[in-house]
C-alpha cells in the first residue's frame, strides 16, 4: 500500500489523490487549491480529473465569481468507498490496536507506529515501523512468535512488512539517558496504538527511574 496515497491502491490514476483531497474537507475548494493539497500531478491535470469527476456527479462545481469551486458529492453512490478507502491509513491503525489489545495480557506496556507510515509519507516500498515496549526481558522473549504473526498480518492487511522495535522498559530508559535521536523521532512521529501516549510513559519514566 502507498502510505502517503492509500486510495491509490484501488485508484492508481491522478484520480486518486484528487478524491483523498477532497473526501478530507467538506469545504469547496478551488482547482489551484485543490492540486496544491494533493501535492502530485499538474494544475492543469488536476484540472481535467476534476472536470471528469464532475461530469460523472461524483463531484460538484459551484461557479464563485470568476472561480469554480469543487466538492466531493457525498450524497452520490459511490462517495461511502471513496471516503472508505481514503481512510485505509486509519483503518490499519485500528487493526493493529485490535491485534495488540486481543492479548489481553500486561506483557506490552506500550505500542505505536513511527516513521513515514505514522507521517504519511511512505510509499509502496516503505516499512511500517512499530516501537514495542515491553514490560521485560521474559516477556520480550515470549512475545516473539507473536510479533512475527503480527508481521504476517499486516503484509496481508497492506503489501507492507513490518519492521518492530522491540524493547523492555528498562531499554528505553537507556535510549531516554542516553538521548537517542531515535526517542525524537518517536516523540515527533508515534501514533499510539495501545497504552499510554508515549510523551506521557517518557514522562512517567523520567519522574520515578531518572529523577527528573
Known amino acids: ?22 473526501a ?13 493539497l494533493t501535492e502530485t500531478g499538474s494544475e492543469a491535470g488536476v484540472r481535467k480529473v476534476l472536470t471528469r469527476l464532475v461530469d460523472t456527479g461524483l463531484v460538484t462545481a459551484t461557479r464563485v465569481g470568476p472561480s469554480l ?18 481512510a485505509l491509513r486509519g483503518r490499519m491503525v485500528l487493526r493493529m490496536k485490535s491485534a495488540i489489545e486481543q492479548r489481553d495480557d500486561d506483557q506490552i506496556v506500550h505500542a505505536s507506529i513511527f516513521g513515514s507510515a505514522a507521517r504519511g509519507d511512505g510509499d509502496l516500498d516503505s516499512d511500517i515501523d512499530l516501537l514495542l515496549v515491553c514490560s521485560s526481558d521474559d516477556a520480550l522473549q515470549s512475545l516473539s512468535d507473536w510479533i ?3 508481521g504476517e498480518s499486516v503484509h496481508a492487511w497492506t503489501g507492507n512488512f513490518l519492521q518492530t522495535y522491540a524493547i523492555t522498559t528498562d531499554e528505553l530508559t537507556r ?7 531515535l526517542v525524537n523521532e518517536w516523540l515527533r512521529d508515534c501514533i499510539t496504538v495501545h497504552g499510554p501516549e508515549f510523551r506521557r510513559l517518557r514522562s512517567e519514566i523520567s519522574r520515578d527511574v531518572m529523577g527528573q
Do not use: C, F, K
Open 1 to 22: 500500500m502507498d502510505l502517503a496515497h492509500p486510495i491509490s491502491t484501488v485508484v492508481p490514476t491522478l484520480d486518486g489523490p484528487v478524491l483523498a483531497t477532497l
Open 24 to 36: 478530507r474537507t467538506s469545504q469547496p475548494l478551488t482547482g489551484r487549491r485543490v492540486h496544491q
Open 69 to 86: 469551486q469543487y466538492a466531493l458529492n457525498r450524497q452520490h453512490l459511490a462517495a461511502d468507498a471513496v471516503l472508505e478507502l481514503s
Open 148 to 150: 512475527a504473526q503480527l
Open 175 to 181: 535510549h531516554l539517558v542516553a538521548a537517542d535521536p
